[in-house]
C-alpha cells in the first residue's frame, strides 16, 4: 500500500527523549516500511526514517531554538499534506482535529488515531460535526468521554520486541518515567518508596507548565537519600533503567489513554505496580504484568508481593499483546477496511456518517 504517515511537530520521529505519540509513530512507520509498503513519514526535518521524508519546517518545536506558533506549523505541514493526497491510498493523522474540516473535501481515505485524553472541552461538539470522519483509540477506555464518535478500531500502542532486552532478575530499586506533573502521579510515587524504604530512580521532564509543580511538590523530596532524579534520559538510557528495576511505579491520577512505558517495562521483564486509572486495567494483567491498585496503601501492600511475578511470563504477555508487529498488522487490517469501503461508497458528506464502532472489528 501508499501509506502517508503524518505526525505531531512537536517532537522529532523518533523524539530524542520524552515524546510517546512521535515514538509510536516511528515505531509503525519503520514496520509498515520492513514490511514492504511504500510509506512516506511527514514529520519535522530532524527527524529520522527509512521512509520518504517530507519535512515543511527544519527542526521540531522541541529542538528548536525559536519560538514558533504550533498551530500555524501544523497548517503548513496539513497543507503539504493535502497537495500530496492523491499519491497515496490512505493517510494516517496523528496530529488531533486540525485536518477534519480540510479533509472533508479530498478524496483520498484517512485515518485519525487520537492519542491524548478525550474528556476536554468542546471535542464532542467537534466529533459530532465530523461524525464521516473514521477515528482510531488506543484503548477502549479513552473512547468514554466521546461514546459518539466515528469509532473504527481500538489499536493498542506496541514497541519493537528488540529495542528493551529482558532481565530475568530483579534489581534494588524503583523506576519512574514520565512528567513531572500532578497526573503522573511522582509525588504519590516518592511515597511508597519511602514507605518501603527501596530506592527511587526518577527519569522525568519538567514542562513549563509544570515548573511551579515541580519546584512546590516535587523538587522538596529529591534530597531525600532514597530518591535520586536522573533528568530525561533516551532510548538506550531508558531501556537500561526499565530492566534493571524492581519495579515500575506508575500511581498515575488522570484517565491515561494508553501509557506506552507500562508496556517498555513489561518488555525487560520488569513488573508495573499502576493505579486503577484510565487504560490501565487493560494494559495491565494483575499478578502477571504486576499489580493494579487503587492508592498508596494497596501499592505498598503489592511491594512484598513482587517475588510472586515471573518475570518470564511478564516478558511474554508484552510479546503476546504489545508487539509492533501485532500494532502494525492490526493498522493494516484498518486501512485495507477503509480503502474497500471507500471504492464502495458515494463521496463522504457530514450526512453519511461511516458508522463502524466494533474495537478491532470484533
Given at each position: 500500500?501508499?501509506?502517508?504517515?503524518?505526525?505531531?511537530?512537536?517532537?522529532?520521529?523518533?523524539?530524542?527523549?520524552?515524546?510517546?505519540?512521535?515514538?509510536?509513530?516511528?515505531?509503525?512507520?519503520?514496520?509498515?516500511?520492513?514490511?514492504?509498503?511504500?510509506?512516506?513519514?511527514?514529520?519535522?526535518?530532524?527527524?529520522?526514517?527509512?521512509?520518504?521524508?517530507?519535512?515543511?519546517?527544519?527542526?521540531?518545536?522541541?529542538?528548536?531554538?525559536?519560538?514558533?506558533?504550533?498551530?500555524?506549523?501544523?497548517?503548513?505541514?496539513?497543507?503539504?499534506?493535502?497537495?500530496?493526497?492523491?499519491?497515496?491510498?490512505?493517510?494516517?493523522?496523528?496530529?488531533?482535529?486540525?485536518?477534519?474540516?480540510?479533509?472533508?473535501?479530498?478524496?483520498?481515505?484517512?485515518?485519525?488515531?487520537?492519542?491524548?485524553?478525550?474528556?476536554?472541552?468542546?471535542?464532542?461538539?467537534?466529533?459530532?460535526?465530523?461524525?464521516?470522519?473514521?477515528?482510531?483509540?488506543?484503548?477502549?477506555?479513552?473512547?468514554?468521554?466521546?461514546?459518539?464518535?466515528?469509532?473504527?478500531?481500538?489499536?493498542?500502542?506496541?514497541?519493537?520486541?528488540?529495542?528493551?532486552?529482558?532481565?530475568?532478575?530483579?534489581?534494588?530499586?524503583?523506576?519512574?518515567?514520565?512528567?513531572?506533573?500532578?497526573?503522573k502521579g511522582p509525588v504519590d510515587a516518592i511515597e511508597i518508596a519511602k514507605r518501603v524504604g527501596v530506592p527511587l530512580k526518577m527519569a522525568a521532564k519538567v514542562d513549563r507548565v509544570d515548573r511551579?509543580?515541580?519546584?512546590?511538590?516535587?523538587?522538596?523530596?529529591?534530597?531525600?537519600?532514597?530518591?535520586?532524579?536522573?533528568?530525561?534520559?533516551?532510548?538506550?538510557?531508558?531501556?537500561?533503567?526499565?530492566?534493571?528495576?524492581?519495579?515500575?511505579?506508575?500511581?498515575?491520577?488522570?484517565?491515561?489513554?494508553?501509557?506506552?512505558?507500562?508496556?517498555?517495562?513489561?518488555?525487560?521483564?520488569?513488573?508495573?505496580?499502576?493505579?486503577?486509572?484510565?487504560?490501565?486495567?487493560?494494559?495491565?494483567?494483575?499478578?502477571?504484568?504486576?499489580?493494579?491498585?487503587?492508592?498508596?496503601?494497596?501499592?505498598?501492600?503489592?511491594?512484598?508481593?513482587?517475588?510472586?511475578?515471573?518475570?518470564?511470563?511478564?516478558?511474554?504477555?508484552?510479546?503476546?499483546?504489545?508487539?509492533?508487529?501485532?500494532?502494525?498488522?492490526?493498522?493494516?487490517?484498518?486501512?485495507?477496511?477503509?480503502?474497500?469501503?471507500?471504492?464502495?461508497?458515494?463521496?463522504?458528506?457530514?450526512?453519511?456518517?461511516?458508522?463502524?464502532?466494533?474495537?478491532?472489528?470484533?
Amino acid at each position: 500500500m501508499r501509506i502517508a504517515q503524518v505526525a505531531p511537530l512537536t517532537e522529532s520521529v523518533p523524539p530524542k527523549t520524552y515524546g510517546g505519540i512521535e515514538r509510536v509513530v516511528h515505531y509503525l512507520t519503520e514496520e509498515l516500511v520492513a514490511m514492504g509498503h511504500e510509506v512516506t513519514l511527514f514529520a519535522s526535518g530532524d527527524s529520522q526514517t527509512s521512509a520518504r521524508h517530507v519535512a515543511v519546517i527544519p527542526k521540531s518545536s522541541r529542538n528548536s531554538d525559536q519560538l514558533h506558533d504550533p498551530v500555524i506549523r501544523q497548517l503548513c505541514q496539513l497543507m503539504e499534506v493535502v497537495r500530496m493526497a492523491s499519491q497515496f491510498d490512505i493517510v494516517h493523522f496523528h496530529t488531533d482535529y486540525l485536518h477534519l474540516p480540510v479533509w472533508r473535501s479530498v478524496s483520498t481515505p484517512m485515518l485519525t488515531t487520537l492519542h491524548g485524553r478525550l474528556d476536554m472541552p468542546d471535542l464532542d461538539t467537534m466529533f459530532e460535526e465530523f461524525l464521516e470522519m473514521p477515528v482510531v483509540s488506543i484503548s477502549n477506555a479513552q473512547r468514554r468521554p466521546l461514546p459518539h464518535a466515528n469509532w473504527f478500531s481500538t489499536v493498542y500502542n506496541g514497541t519493537p520486541s528488540g529495542t528493551h532486552q529482558f532481565n530475568r532478575e530483579p534489581g534494588e530499586y524503583f523506576a519512574f518515567l514520565g512528567r513531572f506533573c500532578p497526573e503522573k502521579g511522582p509525588v504519590d510515587a516518592i511515597e511508597i518508596a519511602k514507605r518501603v524504604g527501596v530506592p527511587l530512580k526518577m527519569a522525568a521532564k519538567v514542562d513549563r507548565v509544570d515548573r511551579e509543580y515541580f519546584v512546590d511538590q516535587v523538587k522538596p523530596h529529591l534530597e531525600h537519600p532514597l530518591i535520586e532524579y536522573i533528568g530525561e534520559v533516551n532510548e538506550q538510557e531508558k531501556s537500561e533503567l526499565l530492566r534493571g528495576a524492581r519495579a515500575l511505579l506508575f500511581p498515575i491520577a488522570w484517565p491515561e489513554p494508553f501509557g506506552l512505558v507500562m508496556i517498555e517495562s513489561m518488555a525487560c521483564g520488569t513488573p508495573v505496580i499502576a493505579f486503577r486509572q484510565g487504560s490501565v486495567e487493560e494494559v495491565m494483567q494483575d499478578g502477571v504484568s504486576g499489580f493494579v491498585v487503587n492508592d498508596v496503601d494497596e501499592a505498598v501492600a503489592a511491594v512484598g508481593q513482587l517475588p510472586t511475578i515471573d518475570r518470564q511470563a511478564c516478558r511474554q504477555y508484552f510479546e503476546d499483546h504489545f508487539s509492533v508487529r501485532r500494532m502494525t498488522e492490526a493498522y493494516l487490517d484498518v486501512y485495507h477496511a477503509l480503502t474497500q469501503f471507500s471504492e464502495n461508497r458515494p463521496a463522504a458528506n457530514a450526512a453519511d456518517p461511516l458508522t463502524r464502532s466494533s474495537p478491532n472489528h470484533e
